[in-house]
T-cell receptor
Framework: EAQVTQNPRYLITVTGKKLTVTCSQNMNHEYMSWYRQDPGLGLRQIYYSMNVEVTDKGDVPEGYKVSRKEKRNFPLILESPSPNQTSLYFC?????????????FGQGTRLTVV | GENVEQHPSTLSVQEGDSAVIKCTYSDSASNYFPWYKQELGKGPQLIIDIRSNVGEKKDQRIAVTLNKTAKHFSLHITETQPEDSAVYFCAASFTNLFFGTGTRLTVIP
């Protein structure tokens, strides 16, 4: 089944404790992206990647890191999480490097930083 | 970068009525305009999309219109049903995908 898999689905952590949210897609997609969803703000892009070893900042990259060492995986790293990073996070992938084909989303990761 | 505005933020309609959601975008280079539906506890899913060389596209009860001159596009849902209740996002793309702030649609049985 074609899908984007994120883990974990739920995470509660403390301020400053490094964490990684994993994202994997099995569709051989070129483009992958991370979004955070907050009430009233919609989906804001954190980072995106158009190919292996190529990553770029989105609209809200501060406090986040990503890597794209393999085509299928695109982990999101929070080196020192803070309460303002409490949010619902989505990973997405798309066949086209220009993001002008259907984007497939994971189920989401609800992160709480206390 | 691209700026996508979406209205209204909430919309309630009676079952069987039509619903319209409107979006505007700022980057005239954008050429791909998808609409996503997000049900509770799930990730967004594509329901319909339109490219800049087309003015209107229809798929059963849903349709999208695009006015490139005015830089706005709209989603139309006819004969709404309770299962249409969800959050809807518009988006615009040239090389990257930018989303609107979402519309929570409630269909009242």
């Amino acid at each position: 089944e074609a899908q984007v898999t994120q883990n974990p689905r739920y995470l509660i952590t403390v301020t400053g404790k490094k964490l990684t949210v994993t994202c994997s897609q099995n569709m051989n997609h070129e483009y992958m992206s991370w979004y955070r969803q907050d009430p009233g703000l919609g989906l804001r892009q954190i980072y995106y990647s158009m190919n292996v070893e190529v990553t770029d900042k989105g609209d809200v990259p501060e406090g986040y890191k990503v890597s794209r060492k393999e085509k299928r995986n695109f982990p999101l790293i929070l080196e020192s999480p803070s309460p303002n990073q409490t949010s619902l996070y989505f990973c997405a992938s798309s066949l086209s490097v220009r993001a002008n084909t259907e984007a497939f989303f994971g189920q989401g990761t609800r992160l709480t930083v206390v | 970068g691209e700026n996508v505005e979406q209205h209204p933020s909430t919309l309630s309609v009676q079952e069987g009525d039509s619903a319209v959601i409107k979006c505007t975008y700022s980057d005239s280079a954008s050429n791909y305009f998808p609409w996503y539906k997000q049900e509770l506890g799930k990730g967004p899913q594509l329901i319909i999309d339109i490219r800049s060389n087309v003015g209107e596209k229809k798929d059963q009860r849903i349709a999208v219109t695009l006015n490139k001159t005015a830089k706005h596009f709209s989603l139309h849902i006819t004969e709404t049903q309770p299962e249409d209740s969800a959050v809807y996002f518009c988006a615009a793309s040239f090389t990257n995908l930018f989303f609107g702030t979402g519309t929570r649609l409630t269909v009242i049985p």
